[in-house]
């Protein structure tokens, strides 16, 4: 008995590996992807009840009396005054008319203001000479000006050009000069004891961190472009969606004039939408924030 015990003593316990982890579960590639389309259908299916809430009413109310539908169709009637409108070519002729003069206006503001606004972020003796100008003109609002550009640059497309450039640069320039100034210092004193040229710590440390918040100023600068154009359009215009919208509630086109306003409202999606891809494509050395 006292051999066996101490054999059962003596004897040592296995000893559990805690060195090597436990194998990762593996994920099929199938269940990856449905995942993600799930993910994805759930959050289309989310933003799109308001929506079609609002489409709902629209197309309820003035059946039942809410509103005039003299002064508010039923949004079938005007969808279908947008399809007259596609159909006939009209729609994509004031289409094409105001994106040619919004994105002139924009890509002018764009190639004048970034670099600009780095320049001035960056050197703080040029920001105190430009900015009681920039504050000057940043504090008056582009449609007060319509009269002034129509005046000194006629009627034609050179004013409403030059009006949308106006509206864009200050978006760009304000948030250009935040980005700068933001960057973290660390970075920048890393990039010098690294040895770095000046061209070289714009191109990889300033840029690259400020490019977010120069996405913001251009995304609401494009906003701004299609704004003021429309508004610009209004008066002294024979084309262009401004002008559609203004024709059509003089000759009291109810449907029409709605129609004008719902593809302003598309364009600007997809303009905004394009610009979103154009920020992931250059900001893809960021982290994806956590959901």
């Known amino acids: 008995m006292s051999s066996v015990t101490l054999e059962k003593v003596s004897s040592p316990a296995p000893v559990k590996d805690i060195a090597s982890p436990a194998p990762a579960p593996v994920t099929s ?9 799930r993910k ?12 079609v809430l609002l489409v709902a009413f629209w197309e309820v109310a003035p059946r039942i009396g809410l509103v005039d539908r003299t002064f508010l169709p039923e949004f079938s009637v005007v ?21 040619g003069r919004a994105l002139r206006g924009f890509a002018i503001a764009v190639v004048f203001a970034v670099p ?17 100008v920039l504050e000057l ?29 106006y509206a864009c640069i200050f978006p760009i320039l304000l948030n250009t000069i935040s980005g ?48 003021v154009l429309i508004a610009a359009e209004m008066v002294g215009a024979r084309s262009g969606l401004g002008y559609l919208i203004m024709a ?7 449907p029409q004039m709605y129609a004008g306003i719902l593809t302003i409202a598309l ?9 979103v891809l154009l920020e992931r494509r250059f900001s893809r050395w960021r982290t994806p924030a956590a959901e």
């Open 29 to 37: 590639p199938t269940r990856r992807v449905g995942g993600k389309l």
């Open 267 to 275: 364009v600007g999606l997809v303009f905004n939408y394009v610009l």
């Open 79 to 99: 969808a279908k005054a947008l399809v007259d409108l596609a159909e006939s070519g009209q729609l994509w002729e004031h289409i094409s008319a105001s994106l």
């Open 137 to 165: 003109f940043r504090n008056t609002a582009a449609l007060a000006l319509l009269p002034v550009f129509v005046l000194i640059l006629g009627i034609g497309e050179t004013s409403k050009v030059a009006l949308v450039t």
């Open 40 to 51: 994805s259908g759930s959050w289309v299916f989310r933003s799109s009840i308001a929506l």
């Open 248 to 254: 059509s509630q003089l000759n009291f086109q109810i």
């Open 180 to 227: 700068v100034r933001t960057v973290d210092p660390l970075l920048i004193k890393s990039a010098r004891s690294l040895g770095l040229p000046a061209y070289r710590l714009f191109q990889k440390v300033i840029l690259p961190a400020a490019l977010p918040t120069i996405f913001t100023g251009i995304r609401l600068s494009a906003a701004s472009s299609i704004l």
């Open 116 to 132: 600009l606004g780095i320049l001035i972020g960056w050197y703080r003796p040029l920001a105190q000479y430009l900015s009681p």
